[in-house]
Structures are given as structure tokens and as C-alpha cells.
Nanobody, 124 residues
Framework: VQLQAFGGGLVQFGGSRRLPCVAS????????LAWFRQAPGKERELVAA????????EYADSVKGRFTISRDNPKNTLYLQMIVLEPEDTAIYYC??????????????????WGQGTLVTVSS
């Protein structure tokens, strides 16, 4: 599967943004999906993950209540809705996918596919 994240840009502190990730090449519903992010000088970290059906999800503590992950399987698209953005949310955001995972994972190495990220910059 090929993945491409979009929607990054400059956002004001307290603002909102929605990131789509479009997939192609394989049945979208076969994959567990996740959003990860990597800030300058830091390791890649899980933001949110979602099961194949969309019925289950999990979030990093730092984004709970502010970010929402969702997926539209017929449209082959994963979304990350972000509100009340903070400068600490500044990072490159990546969507990742895996066909084998049966339990959502926080480890980016557990996902076999990822695409080019999109940069989100939150001004203070």
C-alpha cells in the first residue's frame, strides 16, 4: 500500500487542522492505521491509531481530548482532526499502516508501510 499525508501548514496557537492520508494499491480495510509524528531532535512517537473497522482507537496522552483519528474505508482515506493546537504539536506527521497487527501498537517499527509526512507548525 502507498500512503500520502496532506494538510500540513502553519497554524496559530489554539487553532485547528485536519490531516488526510490517502492510500492506494491495496484494500484499505485490510490495514491497521496510525498517525505518528516526529519533532526536530526527537524520536517518532505515536499520536493515534485505529483498527481496521474503525471501531477501536487509542491516543497518546498528550493529544487525548484534542485529536480525533478516523477512517473512511470506501474512500481509502485516514484522517486526523486536531483542535486546540499547541506549539508542542509542531512536527512532521506521518500515516502508517500494517496488515498483520492484531493489537494497535505504539512502536512505529511495528508498521510496515508509511508515506511522506506533512509538516504542521503551530505558532506561539
Amino acid at each position: 500500500v502507498q500512503l500520502q499525508a496532506f494538510g500540513g501548514g502553519l497554524v496559530q496557537f489554539g487553532g485547528s487542522r485536519r490531516l488526510p492520508c490517502v492510500a492506494s494499491g491495496s484494500p484499505f480495510g485490510d490495514y491497521a492505521l496510525a498517525w505518528f509524528r516526529q519533532a526536530p531532535g526527537k524520536e517518532r512517537e505515536l499520536v493515534a491509531a485505529i483498527t481496521r473497522s474503525g471501531g477501536g482507537d487509542e491516543y497518546a496522552d498528550s493529544v487525548k481530548g484534542r485529536f480525533t483519528i478516523s477512517r473512511d474505508n470506501p474512500k481509502n482515506t485516514l484522517y486526523l482532526q486536531m483542535i486546540v493546537l499547541e506549539p508542542e504539536d509542531t512536527a512532521i506527521y506521518y500515516c502508517e499502516a500494517d496488515r498483520q497487527l492484531r493489537v494497535l501498537s505504539e512502536d512505529p517499527c511495528d508498521y510496515d508501510y508509511w508515506g511522506q509526512g506533512t509538516l504542521v507548525t503551530v505558532s506561539s
